[in-house]
Structure formats: C-alpha cells, structure tokens
C-alpha cells in the first residue's frame, strides 16, 4: 500500500512553459486535493475533487487546470508557468468530509 | 473569505516542557479541526482531530481544545521530546464539501 504518491520529486521550469504534476493514490479515496505551500504561508487549497468526473475550485485556482478520470488519479496541470508558481505542491487524498487527509511526498517546482 | 489564524509563528521550548499552540477561525459553521504536523522535507500528517460536538480531546501527550463559543481551538503537547521538533498546522472545515482551511503553522523547537 504506497498510499499517495507524486511525481515529479523536483522541476525547473521556464517562463511560459506547461506541465502536468502527477498524483496517484491507492486507497480507493473519493476526495482528492492539490494543495501549494509558500515559505510562512501554509497550505492553500488549489482545487479539489469529490469523485471521478467532479472538480471545484479552492482557494487559488488562477493558472491551474485539474481532471480526474478515475479513482485514483488527479493530475494538477500549470499551462503557462509564471514564477509566482514558484511552490512546493502537495497533493493529498480522503475517503470523505472530515476525514484524515493523507499526503503526498511535495513536488518541488521552480519557475524562472 | 473564511480563514483561520495560527500563534505563535515559532515556538521555543525546553525538552520535558509543554508546548501551546493557538488557533481561531472565522467560520461558525466549521465542525471539523485537525493538526497536522510536518517534518522537514515529508507532506503533513494528521496527529489529532476534534470535532464540534466534543469540548476536549486526549491522546497519550498530545491533547486539544475547542471553544466553539469564541472560536478558538488549542494544541497541547506535553512532555515534549526533540522527536517533537517540527512545523504543526492547524486547520478547519469551511464551505461546501467541508473543505479544510489551514493556518499558517508554528515551527516548534524542542531544546535539549
């Protein structure tokens, strides 16, 4: 049971470029999150999924596109990386509301 | 919006000494709060939760309070060890889907 996985560990980026920020659980967990944590600032919800077929918006989606097609993936796309993107990006999964979230390891992600 | 407000941003305290940790949120339908605590370099893990229905809640050195009334809610470690060393988050449920709304965290040093 590897619970919540991330890939990639790290990346640089250029201004302008796009990615896709991978995550996988195998806990058969409906919720899935995509949270960014700032030096100081904690964690900021990105955008959030109740299900497969079913994303919304969190906190600051501005610059991020998300999909879930199963279970277990939700991968966290950035379409034109800007350095305010510059974060640490942790990905996190729940079998409901008021439920233990369960973390990814971060993705590292720099943009210059 | 909604947020939650986290004190002290760092925290100091003698190894065997106890540590307290303050939280206040804005939201008075909120009826979930976790900790997480976060080790250098790992995603957050949950080390205690409360629920709106329970005053206090205890386990082993760990202990945590809630005030519904002024919306305020506390962590307490007890006979702190340098295991204990680390970044903790507290946070609350907000909104549709009871989305979790983290504090900012406090950096907790346990000194020997």
């Known amino acids: 049971n590897a619970g919540v996985t991330q890939t990639p560990k790290f990346r640089i980026l250029k201004i302008g470029q796009s990615m896709t920020l991978q995550c996988t659980q195998d806990?058969?967990?409906?919720?899935m999150y995509w949270y960014r944590q700032d030096p100081g600032m904690g964690l900021k919800l990105i955008y959030y999924?109740?299900?497969?077929?079913?994303?919304d918006k969190g906190e600051v989606p501005n610059g991020y596109n998300v999909s879930r097609s199963t279970t277990e993936d939700f991968p966290l796309r950035l379409e034109l990386a800007a350095p305010s993107q510059t974060s640490v990006y942790f990905c996190a999964s729940s079998s409901g509301t008021g439920r233990e979230q369960y973390f990814g390891p971060g993705t590292r992600l720099t943009v210059t | 919006g909604e947020n939650v407000e986290q004190h002290p941003s760092t925290l100091s305290v003698q190894e065997g000494d106890s540590a307290v940790i303050k939280c206040t949120y804005s939201?008075?339908?909120?009826?979930?709060f976790p900790w997480y605590k976060q080790e250098l370099g790992k995603g957050p893990q949950l080390i205690i939760d409360i629920r709106s229905n329970v005053g206090e809640k205890k386990d082993q050195r760990i202990a945590v309070t809630l005030n519904k009334t002024a919306k305020h809610f506390s962590l307490h470690i007890t006979e702190t060890q340098p295991e204990d060393s680390a970044v903790y988050f507290c946070?609350?449920?907000?909104?549709?889907?009871?989305?979790?709304?983290f504090g900012k965290g406090t950096r907790l040093h346990i000194l020997p």
């Open positions: 999924s109740v299900g497969a077929g079913i994303t």
């Open positions: 939201d008075s339908a909120s009826n979930y």
């Open positions: 946070a609350a449920s907000i909104g549709r889907d009871d989305k979790i709304i």
């Open positions: 806990m058969n967990h409906n919720y």
